[in-house]
Structure formats: C-alpha cells, structure tokens
Nanobody, 116 residues
Framework: QVQLVESGGGLVQSGESLRLSCAASGFTLAYYGVGWFRQAPGKEREGVSCISSRGDNTYYSDSVKGRFTVSRDNAKNTAYLQMNGLKVEDTAVYYC?????????WGRGTQVTVSS
C-alpha cells in the first residue's frame, strides 16, 4: 500500500528553521520525483518545490527560492524540505506528493506555524 507520511512541522518564530520529512512506504521512492505543496487557511494549495527521482533536478517557487532546500535520501525512502528564514506567510499545512503512473498520492500533511 502506497503511503506518504510528513513530519517535522511545528511552531517556530520568524527567522527560524524547520526540516520536513516525507517518508514513503509501500513503494520505492527512488523511481519517482517528489513534490512539496502547502495550503494556508483560506487559500488554495500551492506548489513549493520538487525534486527529480535522482535528485539532480530541483524546482522552487519564487516565494521560497533561496530559503528552502529540497533533498532526498533514496536509501531511506525519504525526501526532505529544509526551510530556513521562515516567515509568517510560510504558515500552512505542508504536503508531499508523488505521481506513480498517472496516479497522485498525497500525505496527510504537517502543520507549520510561524509567529512574528
């Protein structure tokens, strides 16, 4: 059974850092790219970052570029999102997603709250 579990969220102050993890089970994460998304209250879910299956290609939205770093450890079947210089506007539920043969699989998300 395909499963993604995000962790690492929490309450931090502006300027601090968090590292989110996306642990995969039921399939081999190494074969697939991983996307990170977030959804703030009252807003649509937006793409934040993604990383190719081998980790040699990455993408960042303009809002996080220079502050967030996506990575993966295929030996651990896990992807990461390092978030530095957090801002109040980064407050959201963060999700990871994979596309396996045209089917999208999402985790349940982890809450990130940044206070001023």
């Amino acid at each position: 059974q395909v499963q993604l579990v995000e962790s690492g969220g929490g309450l931090v102050q502006s300027g601090e850092s968090l590292r989110l993890s996306c642990a995969a089970s039921g399939f081999t994460l190494a074969y697939y790219g991983v996307g990170w998304f977030r959804q703030a209250p009252g807003k649509e879910r937006e793409g934040v970052s993604c990383i190719s299956s081998r980790g040699d290609n990455t993408y960042y939205s303009d809002s996080v570029k220079g502050r967030f770093t996506v990575s993966r450890d295929n030996a651990k079947n896990t992807a990461y999102l390092q978030m530095n210089g957090l801002k109040v506007e980064d407050t959201a539920v963060y999700y990871c997603r994979v596309n396996i043969w045209g089917s999208f699989y999402w985790g349940r998300g982890t809450q990130v709250t940044v206070s001023s």
